[in-house]
């Protein structure tokens, strides 16, 4: 099984501040990995595909990046409404597996 | 509008068994792969198991082998999790996701809620 792991487990960031959020895999995923937004009391939301491609709908301001054990997601300036937890999930290997999360709060 | 609609959730005995059902519309259920992934009280997401788009091929979380049977109905476009032997562990909310083609999932249901308690 493929673990993913994400840090930090906590962000604690003010409005207009920059995110950035890693996801680490335990063997190479290539580039199938994807980021999902939560927030409290909601479904996940697809956020980026295939490592670093947005989702339809997503701002400019998302961006992922890497590739192979090693990948980033990335709030360039974060608006009050991003603040949430955030999953990695990889999609390379049976069983599909999701990273911990990382929660983006406000500090 | 694409929309995945879960139900059949419920507070069951341990040992029990329960079906979730994930109602879908908006696209062409026949030509999709589905998921259910599963998220624990305060905690993160679980895969559970995913079904191909003709309901030929099968995948199971280690977690859920030989408890949980995933099905579905293309003639009704619904997704099924037949949940057998329950464990207070199950106690979860229980979410239906598309899977494009390219592999991830596009579109998630709001989840139906499964409380495993005596």
């Known amino acids: 099984e493929i673990v993913l792991t994400q840090s930090p487990a906590t962000l604690s960031l003010s409005p207009g501040e920059r995110a950035t959020l890693s996801c680490r895999a335990s063997?190479?995923?290539?580039?199938?990995l994807d980021w999902y937004q939560q927030k409290p009391g909601q479904a996940p939301r697809l956020l980026i595909y295939d490592a670093s491609n947005r989702a339809t709908g997503i701002p400019a301001r998302f961006s992922g990046s890497g590739s192979g054990t090693d990948f980033t997601l990335t709030i360039s300036s974060l608006e009050p409404e991003d603040f949430a937890v955030f999953y990695c999930?990889?999609?390379?290997?049976?069983?599909?597996?999701f990273g911990g999360g990382t929660k983006v709060e406000i500090k | 509008e694409v929309q995945l609609l879960e139900s059949g959730g419920d507070l069951v005995q341990p040992g029990g068994s329960l079906r979730l059902s994930c109602a879908a519309s908006g696209f062409t259920f026949d030509k999709c792969a589905m998921r259910w992934v599963r998220q624990a009280p305060g905690e993160g997401l679980e895969w559970v198991s995913a079904?191909?788009?003709?309901?030929?091929?099968?995948h199971y979380a280690d977690s859920v082998k030989g408890r949980f049977t995933i099905s579905r109905d293309n003639s009704k476009n619904t997704l099924y999790l037949q949940m057998s032997s329950l464990r207070a562990e199950d106690t979860a909310i229980y979410y239906c996701?598309?899977?494009?083609?390219?592999?991830?999932?596009?579109?998630w249901g709001k989840g139906t809620t499964v409380t495993v308690s005596s």
């Open positions: 999930q990889q999609r390379s290997n049976w069983p599909l597996t």
């Open positions: 996701a598309k899977r494009d083609s390219s592999g991830y999932m596009d579109v």
């Open positions: 063997q190479s995923v290539s580039s199938s």
């Open positions: 079904i191909s788009a003709g309901g030929g091929t099968t």
